[in-house]
């Protein structure tokens, strides 16, 4: 699997719009981009993912980049809920184990 | 409630002792996994299971055994034979094909003393 570039943390205010930023310059045409989060001592949730597409979902939405290098996961409005570590991962469709490559993610912090 | 769990939440062992850490789905998903995570860590690969009666190493298998006799389970065993077997444990299960989403146990933390 491809690997991806995340900042290793973020803070945002609560109510306003985040933007966590995810780099994957050697990504492969068949890589799809994987979004999940981890609130502390639980396991990991799938927010969501895409290919090629910007994705919308009830969580947030996904922005790919034309030239798929890079995406950014939008929350539209941060609550202290959304507080967690957020992974961007890359699977690719031609791989066997299925398994999730997990980073160190982007810690986001939430001010009230 | 559709979903997977793990169980106990909280393990504690003796070292040399061997323990095994539960995980259950009723998802109907053929693929199950486990991974490790240590503190401020991503997580890692223990083994993964793709149907029933058969599973295959992960990027860290050493000192753990699983068994994968019914598809709604996928029991971990951590051996004595792992040398640092103090870790967050978590189980994940998903359907087919790796546009799927993985759904995740609440994890156990074990703890060897």
């Known amino acids: 699997d491809a690997k991806t570039t995340q900042p290793n943390s973020m803070e945002s205010n609560e109510e306003e719009p985040v933007h966590l930023p995810c780099n994957h310059s050697t990504i492969s045409g068949t890589d799809y981009i994987h979004w999940y989060r981890q609130l502390p001592s639980q396991g990991p949730e799938y927010v969501i993912h895409g290919l090629t597409s910007n994705v919308n979902n009830r969580m947030a939405s996904l922005a790919i980049a034309e030239d798929r290098k890079s995406s950014t996961l939008i929350l539209h409005r941060a609550t202290l809920r959304d507080a967690a570590v957020y992974y961007c991962i890359l699977r690719d469709v031609g791989g066997s184990q299925g398994n999730l490559i997990f980073g160190k993610g982007t810690k986001l912090s939430v001010k009230p | 409630d559709g979903g997977i769990t793990q169980s106990p939440k909280y393990l504690f062992r003796k070292e040399g002792q061997n323990v095994t850490l539960s995980c259950e789905q009723n998802l109907n998903h053929d693929a199950m996994y486990w991974y490790r995570q240590d503190p401020g860590q991503g997580l890692r690969l223990i083994y993964y299971?793709?149907?029933?009666?058969?599973?295959q190493k992960g990027d860290i298998a050493e000192g753990y055994s699983v068994s994968r006799e019914k598809k709604e389970s996928f029991p971990l065993t951590v051996t004595s034979a792992q040398k640092n077997p103090t870790a967050f444990y978590l189980c994940?299960?998903?359907?087919?094909?790796?546009?799927?989403?993985?759904?995740f146990g609440p994890g156990t933390r074990l703890t060897v003393t």
């Open positions: 994940a299960s998903s359907t087919h094909g790796l546009s799927y989403e993985q759904y």
């Open positions: 299971s793709q149907i029933v009666n058969d599973f």
